[in-house]
């Protein structure tokens, strides 16, 4: 290891309520004591810029310690490095982005909006060179029982939210991701979401999930029925009937409270983070100023790994490598190769390539580079919809809907629009929209020339696109909606979060006013999950087109698709009769809804039918546990919190 630096600093905190500014971590109503250097404003760093010499080495910074990577080390994930170092906290579970237990947050500094970002990510799929440049934090960089527990992981011990202690790792750089990007308290809604790509085994996402509503500062009442705030004094909450409680005031030994404070109920709005006194890592200044370099990098068995910054490099590759494989966060590629056995000989990382991480809103709609992450295409499409009128931004809505429900957060903070296009998965979740929507795939050739495909015409088969060798995905054209012109998702999967579909559908119409009725304009239907490519239902749309939007359109329409959409019954998969009844279940919600939207039609909805109407929307999780405390002299019996937690 070459020039080990550490950078950090030290803080008191008061308040565990993480935020950002200007890139770097503060907190919520916070005392600094520093006991070393300041860093010194953003704006002395950018002077001074000019003086600091550009590295050309490939460089990562682990837990605020400079680490140099050496040439070969093509081949190894993240995760595996990480273990070889001896930052073994992170831990492998299923080798493939599912179950959250390799999480680790990282950072890097984004040049175009001028600030640092931070992410939690799946270590046992990034390669290891896809952080050059970057900042990672493991759980050991966030604290630890020698140093001092991080409140997050203090909060998640005395909770009780750790047995085995396998997953733990995974939640704390979860959360810790969430309240590092996050400008205010999250909600808890946020919460949730950020731990839906962690699965835990052992204790339950009840006392993990209470463990973290403190970073909400969410008032007991949701789960105990009373807040503590309210609460007289020498009162407290009963561990056993969740109400208020004046054992103690009367001296009565056999009630369900004891005197002593160790059996005192949690009140998790209480948690401070007064007991942390390790150093937060900061952003490392050699990164915020170094210039990034194209890498030539090699790995075992004569691996090739090139991360180009320019289109033009890009295309120069691909014409010197014809069968290189072009890849963002490495979430199908990493699968091929370490679970399938697929070797590709040449990766070309184009995550950091300008034109094609474009995200523009235009007068006639929306143009997405290939390179877009999942997360950034989110926020985007969260921002278009408050700034553009709501009838153009039904297409954008429905993304944002199905994209709730796309793999874990983990999956959607590095996985990219143009590779889960490519992809060509039979069971995507968005291409039936891309090709509902009407959007519009630029691809662009060798020499620079750019040709146009409708996204409906550019699936061909299991796992083909209209790509030629020398030709790659530069961006997404999608079209703003027109008036009356409606588009809703669909998916049924065995679970809501972090969850492969059994059948998706993108579904849209466009409805015209005629003699008093609104007539079929235009219309498609397209599944996924029952053939293998995202299948049109071309009979069902030729149906719709020019008929009147009612009841007897709606019965007419579910015969024809019966019999457009075909299952044989050993189709693969198996569910044949559930995944009929799905996609006419999604075309017979999707007429509901669409009624709803119209005036004159939304009355002769049956009240019995509206529940199919509404998407669906679950409040943020609560629970309690009632138990007795017996005090016998001894911990058996007692609440206590295992000394195992507080080395997890």
């Not at 390539?353 to 929306?366: F, M, T, Y």
């Not at 959007?439 to 750019?450: R, T």
Request: charged fraction near 20%; aromatic fraction near 8%; glycine fraction near 8%.
């Amino acid at each position: 290891m070459i020039g080990d630096v550490k950078w950090s600093r030290t803080q008191k905190i008061e308040s565990v309520i993480v935020i950002e500014e200007d890139g770097f971590p503060l907190y919520l109503r916070q005392r600094f004591q520093h006991r070393s250097t300041e860093m010194g404003s953003l704006k002395k760093e950018q002077e001074a810029e000019q003086d600091l010499k550009v590295s050309n080495e490939a460089i990562v910074y682990v837990n605020g310690v400079r680490r140099v990577l050496p040439d070969g080390l093509a081949h190894l994930t993240l995760l595996e490095y990480l273990r070889d170092i001896g930052l073994t906290g992170t831990k492998l579970g299923c080798g493939e982005g599912g179950c959250g237990a390799c999480t680790v947050m990282v950072s890097h500094y984004d040049r175009k909006l001028k600030k640092c970002l931070h992410y939690a990510i799946n270590a046992c799929l990034a390669p290891l060179y896809s952080v050059e440049g970057m900042h990672v934090i493991t759980v050991e960089g966030v604290g630890s029982y020698k140093h001092g527990l991080h409140p997050i992981q203090e909060s998640l011990a005395r909770t009780h939210g750790s047995q085995c202690g396998f997953c733990t790792p995974g939640f704390v750089m979860s959360m810790y991701a969430l309240l590092r990007s996050s400008q205010t308290p999250p909600s808890e809604e946020q919460i949730e979401e950020c731990l839906a790509g962690n699965l835990c085994r052992c204790t339950g996402y009840r006392p993990i999930l209470d463990a973290f509503r403190v970073f909400a500062k969410t008032s007991n009442i949701l789960y105990t029925g009373v807040s503590s705030l309210s609460l007289e004094e020498g009162q407290s909450v009963c561990p056993s009937t969740g109400k208020p409680c004046s054992c103690n005031l009367n001296n009565v030994s056999d009630k369900c409270v004891v005197s002593d404070n160790r059996y005192k109920p949690t009140s998790y709005d209480e948690v401070d983070g007064t007991k942390y006194t390790e150093k937060e890592l900061i952003f490392p200044p050699e990164l915020l100023l170094r210039t990034p370099t194209s890498l030539n990098l090699t790995g075992f068995g004569g691996l090739m790994w090139y991360r180009p910054l320019t289109l033009q490099h890009v295309l120069d590759l691909k014409a010197k490598y014809p069968d290189a494989k072009l890849l963002v966060g490495n979430t199908e590629v990493g699968i091929e190769m370490r679970l399938k056995g697929i070797q590709y000989q040449v990766l070309i990382s184009v995550m950091h390539v300008p034109e094609l991480n474009v995200l523009d809103a235009k007068d006639d709609g929306l143009e997405i580079g290939a390179a877009v992450r999942l997360s950034d295409l989110l926020n985007f499409f969260r921002k278009v919809v408050t700034e553009r009128a709501a009838h153009e931004t039904l297409s954008c809505k429905a993304f944002i809907e199905q994209l709730k429900w796309f793999a874990g957060k983990q999956i959607r903070n590095v996985a990219s629009v143009g590779g889960n296009i490519c992809t060509a998965s039979p069971i995507s979740d968005l291409n039936p929209l891309w090709m509902a929507a009407r959007a519009m795939f630029q691809i662009i050739d060798l020499k620079g020339n750019i040709r146009t495909v409708p996204a409906e015409n550019f699936f061909l088969g299991y796992r083909k696109v209209d790509l030629a060798c020398g030709e790659i995905l530069l961006s997404i054209f999608l079209p703003w909606n027109r008036t009356f012109e409606f588009v809703k998702e669909f998916k049924q999967s065995h679970r809501r979060d972090d969850d492969i579909a059994i059948v998706n559908a993108g579904i849209r119409v466009h409805l015209q006013e005629h003699r008093e009725n609104w007539v079929v304009a235009d219309a498609s239907l397209f599944y996924g999950g029952v053939a293998p490519y995202t299948l049109s239902a071309t009979k069902t749309k030729e149906l719709l087109i020019g008929k009147i939007w009612d009841q007897d359109l709606l019965q007419n329409a579910l015969k024809v698709l019966q019999k457009d959409i075909l299952l044989k019954e050993d189709a693969p998969g198996g569910m044949v009769e559930f995944r009929k009844s799905l996609t006419l279940s999604f075309f017979f919600k999707f007429f509901l809804w669409v009624s709803h939207q119209m005036d004159g039609i939304k009355e002769s909805i049956p009240l019995s039918h509206l529940s199919a109407v509404n998407s669906v929307h679950r409040p943020p999780i609560t629970g309690s546990q009632d138990y007795e405390i017996m005090k016998h002299g001894i911990s058996v019996g007692s609440p206590e919190v295992h000394l195992s937690s507080r080395l997890q």
